[in-house]
Nanobody, 112 residues
Framework: QLRLVESGGGVVPPGGSLRLTCTAPGHKFGINKVSWYRQAPGKEREFVASIMYSNGTPEYKAFIEHITTISREPSQSTVWLVMDVMEPADTGTYYC?????WGQGTQVTVSA
């Protein structure tokens, strides 16, 4: 069983930035792909970004790669998601995913 813990959510003004963190206490990500998804109120969960933990290769949702950065710290089993120039449409619960394992999510609200 893999437990994932997300943190870093909160209220961000439009145009602001936020860094989310995903950790796996007691585990190492190894060669896994670690992904971030988000779910806005009343909408389906959607892919935001992922990273191959073994070599750091990122993948992003279309059209956001210029304002989003996913990275990892290999020795700490930690993955970060940095989002810049945030807008109200980015509001939602952000989840970390590794295979069939999901965290509980962290709430992000973009509001003035």
């Amino acid at each position: 069983q893999l437990r994932l813990v997300e943190s870093g959510g909160g209220v961000v003004p439009p145009g602001g930035s936020l860094r989310l963190t995903c950790t796996a206490p007691g585990h190492k990500f190894g060669i896994n792909k670690v992904s971030w998804y988000r779910q806005a109120p009343g909408k389906e969960r959607e892919f935001v970004a992922s990273i191959m933990y073994s070599n750091g290769t990122p993948e992003y949702k279309a059209f956001i790669e210029h304002i989003t950065t996913i990275s990892r710290e290999p020795s700490q089993s930690t993955v970060w998601l940095v989002m810049d120039v945030m807008e109200p449409a980015d509001t939602g619960t952000y989840y970390c995913d590794v295979g069939t394992f999901w965290g509980q999510g962290t709430q992000v609200t973009v509001s003035a």
